[in-house]
């Protein structure tokens, strides 16, 4: 992925993990609502991302790949809070 579909990517990992954790069904609408993204430009990343294995885009799902990096990224994030 280039930067900037990296960082959406990324962003989408998060927001799928986040949605779980606020026990929100992980619908492609939720997700495109959670990002302000539209569904055709969510759906397209979704399948970009299954087939890197992040995601299951059939189901809106984080698999165990996935649920690492979307951790990882929110770890960072609050580590960067705290120093600041």
Same mark, same amino acid.
Do not use: F, N
């Given at each position: 992925?280039?930067?900037n579909? =990296?960082?959406?990517?990324l962003?989408?990992? =998060? /927001?799928?993990? =986040?949605?779980?954790?606020?026990?929100? !069904?992980?619908?492609?609408?939720?997700?495109?609502?959670?990002?302000?993204? !539209? =569904? !055709?430009?969510?759906?397209?990343?979704?399948?970009?991302?299954?087939a890197?294995?992040? #995601?299951?885009?059939?189901?809106?799902?984080?698999?165990?790949?996935?649920? #690492?990096?979307?951790?990882?990224?929110?770890?960072?994030?609050k580590?960067?809070?705290?120093? /600041?």
């Open positions: 992925m280039k930067d579909d =990296e960082q959406r990517g962003s989408a990992l =998060e /927001a799928l993990y =986040e949605l779980a954790r606020a026990d929100i !069904p992980a619908t492609l609408k939720a997700l495109a609502d959670w990002l302000d993204t !539209p =569904e !055709p430009q969510l759906r397209d990343l979704l399948i970009r991302l299954d890197q294995g992040l #995601v299951d885009a059939h189901r809106t799902r984080l698999t165990m790949k996935g649920l #690492v990096l979307a951790l990882s990224k929110a770890g960072t994030r580590q960067a809070k705290r120093a /600041a």
